[in-house]
């Protein structure tokens, strides 16, 4: 019942918004884009040969979208999608996929769910005021402090959508600072929206759980957040930030978000340019309950980035760290790291996958340190390279599983390397590899690896 009445009052507003001022000229827009992927994993799951976890596949992602605007200060925006995949290798069952396609045969091309990936009104200079407002679905891609908290609202979909549902108010104090209010409503499976040749899954390990939607979450989620920043000094730019978000366990909470959460974070972002060095970081702190337990996390991030652009291909090199505090073991407290609503590979498209064993959700980055080196390369105005190497460990030993040794923190050592080409302002693409050599961490050591080749188009 919440999630209708806040949908009927989302409409109410966009049809309120569009039809007061009807003297003011109205224009459309219209685009679309087609993005095609081939993925390999191979020992993603538990760095191990023995067992069967690698997967080939192709991703094909289509997306429509069309804008009305009237005036200077109302749009509607709306975009539709729809992700499905053809699979040529299925290593083992899943949970999430259908029984009958349970083995590594027999997956074919299968036009799947057409989503509203976005709907939301834009409403500027509300009641003549510097306050404006963007209600609906919507995303927040690197919107805020390099989406280290806030990037993905869906991330059980993998990188189909990113959308959040929300409410948001930007009050544009002066020139120099703007303030964010954001209420956040995730739920776990779509709710809010229809649903264009619905995909019903059934659950493999869970049979109490068949039929059940394509999962967008783990749990449910609501969050609220308070967003400041401010650019009054030259060159350092300051953001502040307060949320305070829940995750409900029940009708399917699982793993490390298997309890009812309610969890504050306070942190800020900051970066100092002084050419051609820049020093950006961010750190936050958590506190709260998970379940009936307290809860508290630590994390953050520094990096040296140095431009060397006077150089032949313009190198552009960073170093860095990354610190999210795990919970201890033998403690009634729980102090792990929890990513709010930053599930997505901001460290590694493969290492996003492997968290998978040790968290029982995919992308929940946690006990986690990694030292980062970064070189990006310019050999064509149309070519970028891109290479890093990361050194990961744990920050607290965890239980001994079938897949962890519970006796060590050396998660292990992982390169990376991504081509990006630009064929014209419509047409784009990349090649990407990513190879773990896993450490004393796991109980086996082989290596795991990644590789994506994307094309995307746009229209």
């Not at 739920?187 to 659950?203: A, C, F, K, T, Y």
């Not at 039929?211 to 000094?233: C, R, S």
């Not at 978000?245 to 298997?258: H, R, V």
């Not at 897949?403 to 080409?421: F, H, I």
Request: net charge neutral.
């Amino acid at each position: 019942m919440r999630n209708k009445l806040w949908l009927c009052l989302f409409l109410t507003l966009v049809v309120v918004s569009f039809s007061l001022p009807a003297y003011a000229d109205l224009k459309f827009s219209w685009g679309g884009a087609e993005r095609i992927r081939h993925e390999f994993w191979k020992n993603w799951k538990d760095m191990n040969n023995d067992t069967l976890d690698n997967r080939n596949f192709f991703r094909i992602k289509t997306s429509l979208w069309g804008q009305a605007d009237e005036g200077k200060d109302l749009t509607l925006y709306t975009k539709l999608s729809n992700e499905f995949r053809a699979h040529t290798y299925f290593g083992g069952g899943s949970g999430s996929f259908p029984d009958k396609f349970a083995d590594k045969k027999g997956y074919h091309f299968n036009i799947n769910e057409v989503v509203f990936d976005n709907l939301y009104a834009d409403i500027r200079n509300f009641l003549n005021l510097p306050l404006d407002l963007r209600l609906g679905r919507q995303d927040f891609l690197g919107a805020y402090g390099e989406g280290f908290l806030i990037m993905d609202g869906t991330p059980q979909d993998g990188s189909r959508t990113f959308y959040f549902n929300a409410a948001k108010a930007s009050w544009r104090m002066d020139d120099q600072n703007t303030l964010d209010l954001i209420y956040i409503n995730d739920p776990r499976d779509e709710e809010m929206l229809p649903v264009i040749n619905r995909d019903m899954l059934v659950n493999v390990l869970h049979p109490e759980r068949n039929k059940v939607p394509m999962l967008l979450n783990t749990t449910d989620e609501q969050g609220y957040v308070l967003y400041w920043k401010n650019k009054a000094i030259k060159d350092l730019p300051l953001e502040a930030y307060y949320i305070y978000k829940t995750e409900s366990a029940e009708g399917g909470g699982t793993g490390y978000q298997s309890k009812n959460c309610k969890l504050n974070t306070i942190g800020s972002f900051a970066k100092y340019n002084f050419s051609p060095w820049a020093l950006r970081g961010q750190l936050a702190f958590q506190f709260g309950d998970y379940g009936t337990n307290d809860r508290e996390g630590l994390g953050g991030y520094v990096y040296l980035d140095r431009d060397l652009k006077d150089l032949t291909w313009s190198p552009k090199a960073s170093v860095g760290y990354i610190y999210l505090s795990g919970d201890k073991q033998g403690t009634a407290k729980n102090e792990g790291w929890d990513p709010l609503f930053s599930r997505w590979p901001w460290v590694s498209e493969l290492y996003l996958m492997t968290m998978y064993s040790e968290t029982s959700i995919i992308g929940y980055w946690t006990n986690l340190s990694v030292l980062r080196a970064e070189l990006v390369l310019k050999p064509t105005k149309k070519a970028k390279l891109s290479l890093w190497y990361n050194y990961l460990m744990a920050n607290e030993k965890t239980a001994v599983t079938t897949v962890l040794s519970g006796t060590s923190k050396d998660r292990g050592q992982m390169p990376q390397a991504r081509l990006d080409y630009t064929f014209n302002k419509n047409v784009n693409g990349y090649i990407l590899a990513e190879y773990f050599i896993p450490g004393d961490f796991y109980k086996a050591k082989d290596e795991a690896l990644f590789l994506r080749t994307e094309l995307q188009i746009k229209f």
